[in-house]
């Protein structure tokens, strides 16, 4: 149990076009999920705690127009990247807590590779 | 902010030897930790967690050992093998949401 699906796996686009990433709990229900940023040979960075059936609450120093996240159900959080740029390649991984554990586990999903060229 | 943070950027081991990866913490209020393993190019995996109420918790191969007194914690892995080879991060659930991650020990096994 506690599977997190991310689409797609890897994303290529150019610069000024938008991206969107989805994040689905496949067997299991979440009411927060996260969106984490991995630069190369670093740790994962806190983008933004996305909740369902409200807004999205962001870190520090992310821009809430530059990266749209929406919580629809309680299975799915997708994020758009804006108007990407080269800058915004990186890793996007998004995680997911288990809401009948009660617990603070969050169970991550595979990633997003975006590469803006 | 208070932290999560590792003493070791890299661990190089021989295939069947015992592994042995380290993090401290700063915040003695935390009250429970999570070790994710993270391969290549993948999102991190959870592969044990542990209370502040123990001191040990033992998985398949791996061990978790919990030193309140000086805020250490340590990831065993018994006779690790190639599979082993990743990234692994110490965390700790922060503010009731957010997780926050220690720096990463990268483990190599050599064959």
């Known amino acids: 149990g506690a599977v997190v699906s991310q689409h797609p796996s890897r994303v290529i686009c150019k610069s000024g076009t938008s991206v969107k990433i989805e994040c689905r709990s496949l067997d299991f229900q979440a009411t927060t999920m996260f969106w984490y940023r991995q630069f190369p040979k670093q740790s994962l960075m806190l983008m933004a705690t996305?909740?369902?059936?409200?807004?999205?609450?962001?870190e520090q120093g992310v821009e809430k127009d530059k990266f749209l996240i929406n919580h629809a159900s309680l299975t799915l959080s997708t994020l758009t990247v804006t108007s990407a740029h080269p800058e915004d390649s990186s890793f996007y991984i998004c995680?997911?807590?288990?809401?009948?554990?009660?617990?603070?586990?969050?169970?991550f999903g595979p990633g997003t590779r975006l590469l803006v060229l | 902010g208070e932290s999560v943070g590792l003493h070791l950027p890299t661990l190089s081991v021989q295939e069947g030897d015992n592994s042995i990866i380290n993090c401290a913490y700063s915040?003695?209020?935390?009250?429970?930790f999570i070790w994710y393993k993270q391969e290549s190019g993948k999102g991190p995996q959870f592969i044990i967690d542990?209370?502040?109420?123990?001191d040990k918790r033992q998985g398949q191969r791996v061990t978790v050992l919990l030193n309140k007194t000086v805020k250490h914690l340590s990831l065993q892995i018994a006779a690790t093998q190639p599979g082993d080879s990743a990234v692994y991060f110490c965390?700790?659930?922060?503010?009731?949401?957010?997780?926050?991650f220690g720096a990463g020990t990268r483990l190599t096994v050599k064959p």
């Open positions: 996305s909740n369902e059936g409200s807004k999205a609450t962001y």
């Open positions: 995680s997911a807590r288990d809401r009948r554990t009660g617990l603070e586990t969050q169970y």
């Open positions: 915040n003695s209020a935390s009250d429970y």
């Open positions: 542990i209370r502040s109420n123990m």
């Open positions: 965390a700790e659930p922060y503010n009731n949401n957010d997780m926050r």
